[in-house]
């Protein structure tokens, strides 16, 4: 396992300029460097019975991969379904078209919503 990247974990507190584009990633990020994330990755992997490495290269490659937060939280299964609909709809071009495609996207939404509203709206 020689040929295996290292990583140290480190806290960082900034500076960063107020006017900085990515200020409120480095807010984030200072945020978070104050909580110790091995704690809760230590539990998970002797829970499940699998080295903490492991544990972390998944967190790390299943948050990086994803692309943004948005993609992290709805997966990629269903945004590519989501933007499956839509170029059904675009490539039928018709308005009958889009308008399943709205339904089918108001679904899933409603479903992602669903813990958060109970079943209201759902398949309405």
């Keep these: 396992m020689d040929d295996e990247p290292w990583v140290q974990l480190v806290r960082w507190s900034g500076p960063w300029d107020a ?3 990515d200020a409120n990633l480095k807010a984030d990020i200072d945020l978070y ?3 110790d994330p091995l704690t809760t990755v230590a539990r998970l992997a002797s829970a499940v019975d699998v080295p903490v490495g492991a544990v972390v290269r ?3 490659a ?3 991969s994803a692309g943004s937060e948005g993609l992290l939280a709805t997966g990629p299964s269903i945004v590519n379904r989501m933007w499956a609909a ?3 709809a675009e490539g039928a071009g018709t308005d009958d078209a889009r308008l ?3 339904r089918t996207l108001r679904d899933m939404v409603a479903w992602m ?3 958060l509203e109970g079943d209201a709206g759902y398949g309405a």
């Design 62 to 64: 299943r948050w990086a």
């Design 113 to 115: 919503r669903l813990p």
């Design 86 to 88: 839509c170029e059904d």
């Design 58 to 60: 998944y967190v790390l």
């Design 19 to 21: 006017d900085d584009r």
């Design 33 to 35: 460097s104050k909580v």
């Design 100 to 102: 399943a495609a709205y």
